[in-house]
């Protein structure tokens, strides 16, 4: 059974930074997609960021280019999102998330992702 727990989230203020951790559980972790994706009230799930499963290949979503880095240690088997120069819109619960095939391309939308987490809660105060 795969499992990904989130850590991390909190509150903070404009300009802030924060670094999400996302431990998982149950997959062969280093030959897995992982993504981030963001969910605010009244929103749809965004995604955020997604690293490939060797850690070379990195996407981001425009809204957060520049300020948030995502990265993963496969020997911990956890994938971590840097978040700097927070911004009040970047407030939302943020998801860690997996893709189910090994060894595939990276998913750049929250419907490519198979496996979630419980989500960790960022809030942003301006």
């Known amino acids: 059974q795969v499992q990904l727990v989130e850590s991390g989230g909190g509150l903070v203020q404009a300009g802030d930074s924060l670094r999400l951790s996302c431990a998982a559980s149950g997959l062969t972790f280093g030959t897995h997609v992982m993504g981030w994706c963001r969910q605010a009230p009244g929103k749809e799930r965004e995604f955020v960021a997604a690293?490939?499963?060797?850690?070379?290949?990195?996407y981001y979503a425009d809204s957060v280019k520049g300020r948030f880095t995502i990265s993963r240690d496969n020997a911990k088997n956890t994938v971590y999102l840097q978040m700097n120069s927070l911004k009040p819109e970047d407030t939302a619960v943020y998801y860690c998330?997996?893709?189910?095939?090994?060894?595939?391309?990276?998913?750049?939308?929250?419907?490519?992702?198979?496996?979630w987490g419980q989500g960790t809660q960022v809030t942003v105060s301006s």
């Open positions: 998330a997996a893709e189910k095939t090994p060894l595939t391309a990276v998913g750049r939308r929250a419907s490519e992702y198979d496996y």
């Open positions: 690293i490939g499963w060797r850690g070379v290949s990195k």
